[in-house]
């Protein structure tokens, strides 16, 4: 039989191609999910390595004023 003659094939193969999009919504939903939690950890890494790197420029700046003062 083909399907445009058996309706019941015909939504069978609906219903198999609903639940295949349910799966990649689902694989989808879950890839996002871990992706964001991803780009949160990113985001707080790099804001703590902007934050090491202004301390250490800091730390430079201030030596190479100590030691300016030291050649006078």
């Not at 609903?18 to 689902?26: E, P, R």
């Not at 090491?52 to 800091?58: G, R």
Request: contains cysteine.
């Amino acid at each position: 039989m083909d399907n445009k003659q058996d309706p019941n094939l015909a939504l069978e193969a609906l219903e198999e191609r609903i639940d295949a999009l349910i799966q990649v919504c689902q694989s989808l939903h879950n890839e996002n999910k871990t992706l964001k939690a991803q780009h949160t950890d990113l985001v707080k890494q790099r804001t703590a390595l902007i934050e090491k790197t202004e301390n250490a420029k800091a730390r430079v700046e201030g030596m190479i004023s100590r030691l300016k003062m030291m050649e006078f």
